[in-house]
């Protein structure tokens, strides 16, 4: 169960071009808040996403982690702050297909956007660890930083994930994208895209190539930015592209959990009594 | 950050290795010691691990072997990496990962975090990204969940 489909966040900084050789002109700061998910990326979900572990899942594991490194520092007869619970948004595949919502695009650009559910377990994390005394710190962490109580408790979390998921999953998700790049109606769709960025100005052979545009490095998104990943949004409605490319990747979801049906069940079986061991943890915390 | 997330090269390696009389390489000391020896200097001097809680590695080869570059956050674009004392980019070239954060690490196959991603957990080892169907190497951002 190592592998989960990710929603993703953050925003990323790293070094810029502009256009033209003249310096981009920045944009104006990222909101604070990241616009909603579009209940385009809430419904973008493939069958194989079933059987791997959830983000609310992954964030379940943790709270447990987290409770048995308390369990560990009380022992030891300190105190430990356990983390608020978070909720967590499950959008996996907000940037499977680069950007696919107007909002973002406009603020944005190609930048990650971190997810709020995210940057609260961060800003709790931080500030709890930022409180702790040296021996708590070397208590919970060890000298290294992934040693101590917290070590324990993260073997003891994940101890029973089933590690089969890791070959089968991964192989097939990977799959199912390369297959689907090769597909005759994806191609066709790319071109469709293709011919209304070149209507707007903006040269890219697919999407994939405008979001790994190395101009956009900066640690802001420029105006150049924005203004093609806008673009980007429109030329993907417009062609019909995220759902053509969805509707191919569903069937190989679709036929490939058919296909393994058995191999999958026992994943799911296994990951369910995992889980339920791990909410276990949490049920009997005080 | 950008810096932060950048691995050293070729130059750091040197510094590492020769700066180091425990790490030097010599005629008595194997490659793989020497390899070893650098990897846990590199990683020894550049651990605020105490604070960052460690770092993800990737490496060039199965079995955690050939090149390697350790990160302590999100890096969106990897193609301005290199495995660490070498020209070759890390961009779509690792084969395997320890993830020794106590924060999960989603590995996307694209540039800009795009595609197919999978998730390393904190703590854990994969000894080889690739599969029977589409060749491994697809590595192209890391994000970390911090």
């Given at each position: 169960m190592r592998r989960i489909l990710i929603a993703t966040a953050l925003l990323v900084p790293a070094a810029s071009s502009g256009c033209a050789g003249t310096p981009p002109a920045a944009a104006p700061p990222p909101a604070s808040e990241p616009p909603a998910p579009t209940a385009e990326v809430l419904s973008?979900?493939?069958?194989?996403e079933d059987y791997e572990l959830s983000l609310t899942e992954a964030a379940t594991v943790e709270t447990a982690e987290d409770i048995l490194v308390g369990r560990c520092m009380t022992a030891r007869g300190l105190r430990w702050q356990a983390l608020p619970r978070v909720t967590v948004t499950e959008i996996p595949n907000r940037r499977r297909y680069g950007v696919i919502e107007p909002a973002v695009a406009a603020t944005f650009g190609y930048h990650l956007v971190e997810e709020p559910s995210d940057r609260k377990r961060s800003r709790d994390r931080r500030l709890r660890d930022l409180a702790l005394t040296r021996d708590q710190r070397l208590a919970a962490y060890g000298t290294g930083g992934t040693g101590g109580c917290w070590a324990e408790a993260n073997a003891r979390a994940w101890r029973?994930?089933?590690?089969?998921e890791d070959a089968l999953l991964r192989r097939l998700v990977q799959e199912s994208f390369a297959t689907s790049l090769r597909d005759p109606h994806l191609r066709s769709s790319f071109r469709a895209w293709s011919r209304c960025m070149a209507g707007r100005g903006f040269g890219y052979p697919d999407p994939l190539s405008a979001a790994a545009d190395p101009r956009w490095r900066s640690p802001r998104p420029s105006r150049e930015e924005t203004r093609t990943a806008v673009a980007d949004v429109a030329c993907k409605e417009q062609a019909g592209l995220v759902r053509t490319w969805s509707a191919i990747e569903t069937a190989f979801h679709r036929k490939a959990a058919e296909r393994h049906r058995r191999a999958l069940l026992v994943l799911r079986a296994a990951k369910a009594a995992w889980l339920a061991d791990v909410r276990r943890i949490i049920s009997e915390a005080p | 950050m950008r810096i932060r997330n950048r691995i050293l090269g070729g130059a750091a390696l040197t510094a590492v290795l020769v700066g180091s009389g425990t790490a030097a390489v010599g005629a008595s000391t194997s490659l793989s010691a020497a390899r070893q020896a650098g990897h846990s200097r590199l990683a020894a001097s550049e651990a605020s691990g105490e604070a960052a809680g460690g770092k993800l590695w990737l490496y060039e080869h199965d079995g955690f072997k050939g090149g390697f570059a350790g990160f302590t956050g999100t890096d969106?674009?990897?193609?301005?990496?290199?495995w660490y004392g070498t020209s070759r980019r890390v961009d779509n070239g690792a084969s395997s990962v320890k993830n020794q954060t106590r924060y999960g690490v989603t590995l996307y196959q694209n540039v800009g975090c795009t595609g197919a991603h999978s998730y390393e957990r904190p703590n854990s080892e994969d000894k080889d990204l690739s599969n029977n169907d589409i060749r491994d190497n697809r590595t192209s951002c890391v994000y970390f969940h911090r």
């Open positions: 973008l979900r493939f069958p194989l029973d994930m089933p590690a089969a | 969106r674009d990897l193609t301005d990496n290199y």
